[in-house]
């Protein structure tokens, strides 16, 4: 059986989730506190070398890490991840980004509102607002043309930027500015095996 190390509110553990889900790969979870620091122990960095969830340990004993690899190595002969080069190259192009582009830009401002550490930090999410905000519109602008991310079909892609998208106004951007997001934030919910970050 599968094993995903996860915490409760990774934005990079719940895209894995998405995506085991919808494809209906039966999985367990450990899932760890991060406050406790146990994914900086020696005995962690063995299952992620990055010290980092989220990780995957495969039924035959080998690891997974980096969430957008993840991603590819589940959607690998899928509907997900088409064979062409070109498409597939159009699919990576959009994990590149959501890693340089979106990630940091969208997470540490929610990050430092939910350890109630905003005002502490407010420099630093104000320079993370300014460059996310136009992130998200290059993202509005290719969902006003496409259905999904990469396309007119669901992708890899889709998984590796709803989860921090979807989350972004629990850092204090306000999605209404982006309204071809929000319709594809909507569509996504539909998707089979969908489940909310906290499932409890
Ligand atoms: N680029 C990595 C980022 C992973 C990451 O930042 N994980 C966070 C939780 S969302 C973490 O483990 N943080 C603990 C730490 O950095 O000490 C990925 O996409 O998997």
């Known amino acids: 059986m599968i094993k995903l190390y996860d915490s409760k509110l990774s934005g990079n553990a719940w895209k894995i989730r998405l995506m085991l889900n919808f494809l209906q790969i039966p ?66 192009a959009w994990l590149f980004f959501e890693q340089a582009d979106l990630l ?27 460059l996310g905000k136009p992130a998200l519109t290059h993202v509005d602008k290719c969902l006003e043309k496409n259905t ?17 998208i979807s989350m972004a106004e629990e850092g204090g951007y306000v999605l209404n500015e982006w309204p071809s997001i929000q319709r594809w934030l909507k ?6 095996g969908y489940e909310n970050i906290v499932n409890a």
């Open 148 to 164: 999904w991310i990469a396309g007119e079909s669901l992708s890899v892609a889709d998984f590796s930027l709803y989860p921090y």
């Open 27 to 92: 999985y367990v979870r450990e899932t760890l506190n991060l406050a406790e620091g146990k994914h900086k122990e020696d005995a962690f960095k063995k299952i992620n070398p990055f010290a980092r969830i989220p990780a995957v340990e495969l039924a035959d004993g080998r690891f997974l890490n980096e969430s957008n690899a993840i991603l590819l190595y589940f959607a690998e002969g899928t509907s997900l991840l088409p064979v062409d080069p070109v498409l597939r190259c159009k699919i990576n």
């Open 187 to 192: 569509d996504f919910k539909d998707i089979p």
């Open 104 to 130: 940091r830009f969208l997470a540490y401002p929610r990050f430092y509102t939910m350890i109630n550490q905003r005002e502490k930090h407010q420099d630093i999410i104000s320079h993370y607002m300014e």
